[in-house]
């Protein structure tokens, strides 16, 4: 069982930055993918980023390139969510979210292990 906690969300200002972490408990995270999601009222939850196993490979969402980076140091069994140049569309409640899969997929349905979310709020 992965247990994970999310920290680092809040209220920002367009253009600004914020950095999100995510620390599991009760197991080690070097044998899963790594993903950040993001849900939005009213809106079905959405990929943000992930990171494979090793920390090699990374892919973005569209929306979020150039703008966000995920890491994760398997030591500390913390994933982080580097986010700036922040928008108003980048506000929802953020999720990390564990994939104990070879294969790397987008999709929330394939991350079996889920964090209780953290809140970020971009204002205009």
């Known amino acids: 069982q992965v247990q994970l906690v999310e920290s680092g969300g809040g209220l920002v200002q367009t253009g600004g930055s914020l950095r999100l972490s995510c620390r599991a408990s009760g197991r080690t995270l070097n044998n899963y993918n790594m993903g950040w999601f993001r849900q939005a009222p009213g809106k079905e939850r959405e990929f943000v980023a992930s990171i494979i196993q090793s920390g090699s490979s990374t892919y973005y969402a569209d929306s979020v390139k150039g703008r966000f980076t995920i890491s994760r140091d398997n030591a500390k069994i913390t994933v982080y969510l580097q986010m700036n140049s922040m928008k108003p569309e980048d506000t929802a409640v953020y999720y990390c979210?564990?994939?104990?899969?070879?294969?790397?997929?987008?999709?929330?349905?394939?991350?079996?292990?889920w964090g209780q979310g953290t809140q970020v709020t971009v204002s205009s």
């Open positions: 979210a564990a994939q104990a899969s070879p294969f790397m997929s987008r999709s929330p349905a394939t991350y079996g292990y």
